[in-house]
């Protein structure tokens, strides 16, 4: 199982711990990630927002990069994954392709429509059936109840992927349960992170987040685990600001997908990089019985 | 002998002011699960409980009065059929829409709604300079209707407004309707307030939406509310030039993709922010730098940085060619 790797800016810088889990979960599963060196940000729905052409035309490079190789993009973020989709289903428009393919032309490329984007999570559900993801766990999650978070650019608009429920999926979940794990449902998981606007309206991104990790927790999660590092950033690193925003204390842990599927495959928490969270995962490690090493 | 599946129906009921606290009560039938959500409500109201309160009219999906929260997705009634509710969750759980004051069971008071609606002007502005022909009809070129084909469809229901997660968290923001409504004015050839239009609902407006697409998955006429609303910010940043710190974060973030080809994090929280932003964030920037201390240095340029610059010099010609 081949991939071109697409990582996104920020498992590159700030969230380089999800960097890192995904390639100990691919190199464990046998899924050979392709670097491109050439890759530029995926616009993270804010280039659109400016120049909605630009956008498609950067994302129409990328994919056609990888069409160049013969390889479907696999990414580990909701965000890069949704706007990336977003070009493959914009360029089927007449009228937008008349637009990019003279500008890819001139700078030597060609898109042709037929590389797909994969996110590693679909990546994991759709080419592992649970049993055998299941044989392969060597310290099951079994005790830790997880509250998965989506990301909302992995589920809408519903129309780009035609498999999965907008507001109501279970494939994050049926991971989880084959983890070992317990599965939480709750109305947030599939809601915002506030991320978009964490620089725009800074406390209603807050009070957002902390609306969902308020959520998770009354549902009984010990642990959020979120496909998305966008996500994360408004999840973890910004979580002392969401509980002063939603006036509770939450020490809610929070997991990138592949750290928690690391975790159960036997991967050391430093190979993970779960030192690097704003919030300890200590109380949710201990429940699984192991420890976190100081980076 | 037409099928039927044994239907549990969970209904919110709570009359402000005289019950202490909503509750939900349960009803079961066996049903024909093609039977639509409302059709189970008029027939507990029939049967059971005559007191149950809601809104309903053309059963077609052509009024937009039932609109309310099934199994927590906000959607018409007489849309939603029981048989793959049950499926999936077993029971049918009924709550009235968010975002809007409870009147009684699942009516909700509209008020807040059409305000924000009100908020846009919702009619076409004649332009002095063009005024429309009196008595005569006010054409259109195809493409021209084509720009904002879909705005029309919407019937006004609420679901979008109701599963607005910026709207929940800001009363402030108009929500997923009047914003898609704005956009039919704005693109509207015959409309001749673009610029005013786009000026007044840029503050505390536009750049609240947290293109979480909610509304676009809940509307059941397909108008693509978040898809509008980026149509209006693109228009916004185009006629306008950077008003909002919203747009500046758009525009920050595109020339901050031009420099290296990959994010600059740091930078652009500065570039966004400004100076006394910036400083206000310093303690949760030493926080989250103690950890990911990377976020001080710029990341390399991507190789090829040459062909991602030259589709932006090609796409934005007049902005780069001094």
């Not at chain 1, 050439?38 to 994919?63: H, M, P, Q, W, Y």
């Not at chain 2, 609109?67 to 793959?84: F, H, W």
């Not at chain 2, 006629?239 to 020339?255: C, D, L, N, Y």
């Amino acid at each position: 199982m081949k991939f071109a790797y697409y990582p996104g800016c920020v498992a590159q810088e700030s969230g380089k711990e999800l960097d890192m889990a995904t390639r100990w979960v691919s190199r464990k599963l046998g899924i050979e990630l392709v670097e491109f060196p050439k890759f530029s940000c995926c616009g993270s729905g804010f280039i659109d927002e400016a120049n909605l052409t630009l956008n498609v035309a950067l994302n129409a490079r990328n994919l056609a990069l990888a069409e160049a190789a013969g390889l479907d993009l696999l990414t580990v973020c909701s965000t890069c994954t949704g706007m990336l989709t977003l070009a493959n289903v914009k360029l089927k428009d007449p009228k937008m392709r008349a637009k990019i393919d003279p500008v890819l032309q001139q700078i030597g490329t060609s898109y042709r429509g037929t590389t797909k984007v994969r996110h590693l999570l679909h990546v994991l559900t759709e080419e592992f059936p649970p049993a055998q993801l299941k044989a392969l766990v060597t310290r099951p999650l079994t005790g830790l109840k997880v509250g998965a978070f989506y990301g909302c650019h992995l589920l809408r608009p519903a129309e780009e992927y035609p498999t999965e429920e907008p507001e109501d999926p279970r494939q994050f979940e049926d991971l989880i349960t084959a983890l070992g794990a317990t599965p939480v449902y709750y109305r947030g998981r599939v809601m915002c992170c506030g991320f978009p606007i964490l620089f725009v309206k800074e406390g209603t991104a807050n009070h957002i987040a902390g609306r969902q990790i308020q959520d998770a927790k009354a549902h009984g999660a010990d642990a959020m685990a979120t496909p998305c590092p966008l996500c994360h950033i408004s999840l973890d690193a910004y979580q002392n600001k969401a509980e002063h925003e939603v006036h509770q204390a939450l020490d809610m842990p929070v997991f990138h997908l592949p750290q928690l599927v690391g975790l159960a495959l036997g991967a050391r928490p430093e190979e993970l990089g779960l030192s690097r969270h704003l919030v300890s995962v200590d109380g949710a490690l201990a429940k699984i019985g192991t420890v976190t090493v100081p980076a | 002998m037409v099928e039927t599946v044994h239907a549990t129906f969970q209904v919110y009921r709570f009359t402000p002011g005289v019950d202490s606290s909503p509750r939900y009560v349960s009803y079961e039938f066996d049903l024909p699960p093609h039977t639509p959500v409302l059709s189970a409500l008029l027939k507990i109201r029939q049967e059971i409980d005559p007191t149950l309160a809601m809104r309903y009219s053309c059963r077609s999906s052509i009024c937009g009065s039932c609109a309310m929260v099934i199994n927590s997705k906000s959607r018409l009634a007489c849309q939603t059929q029981i048989g793959p509710e049950l499926a999936r969750h077993g029971r049918i759980v009924i709550d009235p829409m968010r975002n809007q004051p409870v009147a009684r069971d699942l009516i909700v008071d509209q008020k807040p709604f059409w305000h924000d609606y009100e908020r846009i002007d919702p009619h076409l502005i004649a332009d002095p300079a063009h005024p429309m022909p009196e008595g005569q009809p006010n054409p259109m070129t195809p493409e021209q209707v084509d720009r904002f084909y879909e705005t029309p469809r919407c019937i006004a229901c609420g679901a979008c407004y109701s599963a607005c997660p910026a709207k929940e968290a800001d009363p402030e923001f108009p929500g997923p309707m009047a914003l898609a409504k704005l956009y039919r004015f704005v693109v509207d050839p015959r409309d001749g307030a673009t610029r005013e239009r786009l000026l007044k609902i840029q503050p505390g407006g536009l750049w609240t939406c947290l293109r979480c697409h909610l509304c676009t998955a809940a509307c059941p006429k397909d108008v693509r509310p978040s898809e509008r609303i980026r149509d209006l910010k693109e228009l916004a940043i185009a006629a306008q030039g950077v008003t909002e710190a919203g747009s500046r974060h758009a525009v920050a973030f595109k020339e901050n993709i031009y420099e290296r080809g990959l994010l600059n994090e740091g930078k652009l929280a500065r570039q966004t922010l400004g100076l006394a932003g910036t400083a206000a964030q310093l303690p949760q920037a030493m926080r989250i730098l103690r950890k990911k201390p990377e976020l001080l240095k710029s990341p390399p340029k991507i190789e090829g940085l040459a062909e991602v610059r030259k589709i932006y010099e090609m796409l934005e010609d007049e902005e780069r060619s001094g």
